[in-house]
């Protein structure tokens, strides 16, 4: 080989090889940068809390079937006066009245669209129109579960850390078998579903639990159900925004009284970085 080249050979490969350095150097500090993001930050609260936890559009989406049912309703409608808002209003009233009357749920619901419809319609419900109506509440009893982001590898961590009990308001049968179709069963150590979750169901179930209100929280993505009334039994509360929250959930949340937290995270995977 000619001694020129062979210096350069030697030249570029000790150059080579500090690149080779240098980039080994780089993805290694890369990979314990990615490896310390990838590990879930110290809890702030001790172990052994109970963490009460609201299910629809909390653990799994819910309210987003009920919306594109109730699209699919006014569409069906098409009424010739009313703007789709109004109709929408017209069965929020139906709702609402409903759910007073029979509680919250499929049976409930399928009763506010038939309702709604009698009352905004020129002609009278047919069978073929009734099934129609029928088949927009069939297709939420259809639909699978759906985790939302961060639950599956959240709550086996929130498990082994805390005592998690699942309360949900609603009808108990069809909220049960959701639990079962979601495979998380195994993760509560127990299931409440009352009729409202208002101050008094937080109550029962604080005693019958006898749990420790400095050591409970609650958490959900409804101000109305989860946050305030939870709050007002001195427990705390942990709110989870869901952008589909149903409207009849919405309310303006109450400020933590003193002694109490009240935090707000982005997804149910944060809760780790607080549990
Ligand atoms: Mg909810």
Redesign the pocket.
């Known amino acids: 080989m000619v001694p020129g080249v062979c210096g350069m050979t030697k030249a570029y490969r000790s150059v080579s090889g500090l690149w080779r350095l240098y980039f080994v150097s780089v993805r290694c500090a890369l990979l314990a940068g990615s490896l310390l993001l990838a590990m879930p930050a110290e809890a702030q609260f001790a172990p052994g809390q109970t963490l009460l936890i609201?299910?629809?559009?909390?653990l799994w989406e819910?309210?987003i079937y009920f919306e594109r049912a109730i699209a699919a309703f006014i569409s069906y409608l098409n009424h010739k006066e009313y703007s789709r808002e109004q109709v929408r209003e017209k069965l929020n009233e139906v709702e609402r009245e409903n759910v007073r009357q029979h509680g919250y749920g499929l049976v409930s619901f399928r009763r506010a669209l038939v309702t709604c419809f009698e009352s905004l319609s020129t002609g009278p419900i047919t069978p073929e129109k009734h099934e129609r109506i029928m088949s927009f509440a069939q297709s939420i009893a259809d639909q699978e579960i759906e985790l939302l982001e961060g639950v599956a590898e959240t709550l086996p961590v929130l498990a082994s850390r805390h005592r998690l009990i699942l309360m949900?308001k609603g009808n108990q049968v069809e909220q049960v078998d959701k639990l079962a179709r979601s495979g998380l069963r195994d993760y509560f150590t127990a299931v409440e579903v009352p009729r409202e979750k208002d101050p008094e169901a937080y109550r029962e179930v604080c005693g019958r639990y006898e749990l420790a209100p400095h050591t409970t929280w609650m958490i959900?993505?409804?101000p109305k159900?989860?946050i305030n009334p939870a709050l007002a039994c001195g427990l705390h509360a942990v709110y989870i925004h869901?952008p589909y929250?149903?409207v009849l959930?919405h309310e303006v949340r109450d400020e933590a009284p003193a002694g109490q937290h009240f935090l707000e995270v982005e997804s149910f995977g944060d809760l780790v970085k607080w549990f």
């Open positions: 609201d299910a629809d559009d909390t819910n309210n949900t959900g993505n409804s159900s989860d869901h929250t149903w959930e």
